[in-house]
């Protein structure tokens, strides 16, 4: 009998006849994941074939069941243009409901010219992140540790935003509360955002 | 052929001094309490470049620091050097250790910490560049950024990540990138 089975959220397996397993030759170390559902105030936003999320004009995105036990570690990317300059934010998420609580801290990098300043934002009811331009579009890759264990969790940004025509709007946040949460809430700090999100799961990490 | 950009990989072996250090079946490694883990075999000809993801928490705020590794020994001559940049409230700062045995590696904290790290070239027999993204915990939230060479033109298959205070319990993966 051969048995052909999941080892792994992206690795195969399989036993042959002699009774040896043999398995895909390279682990994947990056799933592209898609959400369980979305929720969103603005114009629209839609989840593609593939999972990644497209949004037109909205204030508020929601991705429900985007963090799992299958994976502590994830990367978001976010392009973005905003309708006017701004921040983005985010809340982390369970079963639908955003945790809004004073619990998020962040550290700020910013860099335009020759100014480099540093800031620290306590007590917050969001995770600030980068800049967003309604001049051009910028982009925000950010790490996150371990939302979905019972543990606080930790993220990092590295922002590249059209602010001035190019600005680096860096973050640490941590979120304090040992809670596991499955969804991101994505904001703006006024007006709207256009672009596109996606979530990966780091395979092993 | 798979179209897999990043590729987990697995250690061939993993050194430690501490609690316990294991290799999960995916290749990640989990460890409980190590001031010091050192994992073999994880550079090879397969990829140029890597990405290591190192997250926990510490039993104490530290600066860690690391050292490449060629067949079980780390390379301890002083000839790294680090430039960091570092972020607490409104006070940005950079330091630069010139001519260490050693590179910093991120900072490590009580609460939580996450460690992003790229190493370009490290199997190749050139110098080698290591840049890392930390966020941790300490007053809340800091942000520590290293970029780190190494001058040696050596190849290196692995690397050794050493607390200078306390000790660390989490997981570590590497990642290959397909070249």
């Not at chain 1, 994941?33 to 999972?51: E, R």
């Not at chain 2, 001058?151 to 205070?165: E, H, K, R, V, W």
Request: hydrophobic share 35%; proline share 2%.
């Amino acid at each position: 009998m051969t048995t052909v089975g999941r080892w792994s959220p992206n690795k195969v397996r399989a036993r042959v006849l002699d009774g040896t397993w043999v398995s895909t030759e390279e682990l994947g170390g990056m799933v592209l994941l898609t959400p369980t559902s979305i929720a969103y105030s603005g114009t629209s936003a839609t989840v593609g074939a593939n999972g990644s999320v497209t949004f037109s004009a909205c204030s508020v995105l929601s991705l429900n069941g985007v963090f799992s036990a299958d994976y502590d570690n994830y990367m978001v990317s976010v392009r973005h243009v905003s309708s006017t300059d701004t921040a983005l934010f985010a809340r982390y998420r369970a079963s639908g409901v955003n945790a809004d609580a004073a619990n998020y801290t962040d550290q700020a990098i910013d860099a335009t010219g020759a100014s480099v300043n540093g800031f620290r934002s306590t007590s917050e009811t969001g995770a600030r992140y980068g800049v967003m331009s309604s001049s051009q579009r910028g982009g925000d890759t950010i790490y996150v540790y371990g939302p979905a264990l019972a543990q606080p969790t930790a993220s990092r940004n590295v922002n590249a935003g059209a602010q001035s025509n190019a600005y680096i709007g860096d973050r640490a946040a941590t979120h304090s509360l040992s809670t596991a949460y499955d969804g991101l809430t994505l904001y703006t700090g006024s007006g709207t955002f256009t672009g596109l999100v996606s979530v990966y799961g780091l395979v092993g990490a | 052929m798979s179209k897999n950009g990043l590729i987990l990989l697995t250690p061939t072996s993993i050194a430690y001094t501490g609690t316990s250090a294991t290799i999960s079946a995916n290749g990640s490694v989990s460890f409980t309490a190590c001031s010091v883990l050192s994992l073999n075999g994880v550079f090879s000809a397969d990829y140029d470049n890597y990405m290591v993801l190192w997250a926990g928490a510490n039993s104490t705020t530290d600066i860690p620091i690391y050292r490449l590794r060629a067949s079980g020994t780390d390379a301890t001559a002083s000839n790294y050097v680090t430039q960091n940049l570092s972020a607490t409230g409104t006070t940005v700062s950079g330091t630069r250790t010139a001519a260490n045995g050693y590179g910093w590696y991120g900072y490590t904290s009580t609460s939580k910490f996450g460690n992003t790290s790229f190493f370009y070239g490290p199997f190749l027999s050139q110098p080698t560049a290591v840049r890392l993204l930390s966020v941790n915990s300490r007053d809340g939230a800091y942000l520590h950024d290293d970029a780190s060479t190494h001058s040696l033109s050596s190849s290196y298959d692995g690397f050794t990540i050493t607390a200078q205070n306390g000790s660390f319990t989490g997981r570590v993966a590497v990642y290959g990138m397909r070249k």
